[in-house]
């Protein structure tokens, strides 16, 4: 017979893979810290392999809880989803949503108008700030969720978009002729930036920082001037743009990963709401559309 999951072990689990401690996921979800151990004990006898692995005083996820994180989080939500489908009160309140401007643009307008097609009562709040400053407001118990471009050195994300890394000129100038390279890139925590930099080192090609900026109409402007070379995912393109590639001699970029952010002190039914709606609405990955 199959052994069924525990949805309340399940959303224990996920609050420590979240958070990295046992300590913390115990706060969030309202139990002692050997109720939450208990837990976890007999959710790794259900599974039948070890969950976690203990860092130092970090819990880090084996091979086996990295492959169950991404079912525990489906089930979670889609536990919270068919209470909310029944409840007799329509969902009310306020939500806080981050983020990064570099995507706000190009995905905000969909999210929000099917949002609030859905959930009228609901009052939709939005921050528009670099990913590494919405982790911090995160951690602040400031937003609900978050819209981040991954990166492992942070904490692991719900992937649920892929889009190529490009370099970008104007379509108007030859700024990618210049020596050295003159460049408008993001703050010195910008994954973009370190990609670009490390690629033209890789290749010898001199450059300097000519603009920096965590905001990406900012960037796009000395783009557009011709005055800096920089790189963008393809959804930042914008018309008056120019692609650079490896034929005009620029490196191949690592792929942009983008992915959701939770709120691990105050989960809510609104928050996972917001979720299904923006994964819905953005997610290019679930049908193989883009490679991992």
């Known amino acids: 017979?199959?052994?069924?999951?525990?949805?309340?072990?399940?959303?224990?689990?996920?609050?420590?893979?979240?958070?990295?401690?046992?300590?913390?996921?115990?706060?969030?979800?309202?139990?002692?810290?050997?109720?939450?151990?208990?837990?976890?004990?007999?959710?790794?006898?259900?599974?039948?392999?070890?969950?976690?692995?203990?860092?130092?005083?970090?819990?880090?996820?084996?091979?086996?809880?990295?492959?169950?994180?991404?079912?525990?989080?489906?089930?979670?939500?889609?536990n919270v989803e068919a209470v909310s489908a029944f409840g007799d009160e329509e969902l009310t309140g306020r939500v806080r949503l981050g983020v990064p401007d570099d995507y706000a643009d190009r995905y905000l307008p969909e999210i929000m108008a099917r949002f609030s097609r859905v959930y009228p009562g609901v009052e939709l709040t939005v921050f528009c700030e670099p990913s590494s400053d919405l982790i911090v407001r995160l951690d602040r118990n400031e937003i609900d969720i978050a819209i981040v471009t991954s990166c492992g050195a942070y904490r692991a994300s719900e992937i649920f978009r892929q889009e190529r890394l490009l370099w970008v000129t104007s379509n108007r100038h030859a700024?990618?002729?210049?020596?050295?390279?003159?460049?408008?890139l993001g703050r010195p925590t910008c994954n973009w930036r370190e990609a670009a930099i490390q690629g033209l080192d890789s290749m010898g090609r001199t450059h300097r920082l000519l603009f920096s900026s965590g905001n990406a109409g900012a960037i796009s402007a000395a783009v557009l001037a011709g005055l800096a070379v920089s790189v963008l995912p393809t959804s930042g393109l914008r018309p008056g743009m120019r692609v650079l590639t490896p034929a005009d001699?620029?490196?191949?970029?690592?792929?942009?990963?983008?992915?959701?952010?939770?709120?691990?002190?105050?989960?809510?039914?609104?928050?996972?709401?917001?979720?299904?709606?923006?994964?819905?609405?953005?997610?290019?990955?679930?049908?193989?559309?883009?490679?991992?």
Do not use: W
């Open 249 to 292: 001699g620029f490196p191949e970029l690592p792929p942009c990963r983008i992915g959701l952010l939770r709120n691990p002190h105050e989960p809510s039914a609104l928050a996972d709401a917001l979720a299904g709606h923006i994964v819905s609405s953005l997610d290019n990955l679930s049908a193989g559309a883009a490679a991992e």
């Open 175 to 184: 700024t990618h002729l210049d020596t050295p390279l003159p460049l408008a």
């Open 1 to 78: 017979m199959t052994t069924l999951l525990d949805v309340d072990q399940l959303r224990t689990f996920v609050a420590i893979a979240e958070t990295g401690s046992f300590t913390r996921a115990a706060e969030i979800v309202h139990k002692t810290q050997s109720a939450v151990s208990m837990q976890m004990k007999r959710l790794e006898e259900r599974i039948g392999r070890p969950l976690f692995a203990r860092d130092g005083r970090m819990s880090k996820l084996t091979e086996d809880g990295e492959r169950l994180l991404d079912y525990a989080r489906r089930i979670v939500r889609l």
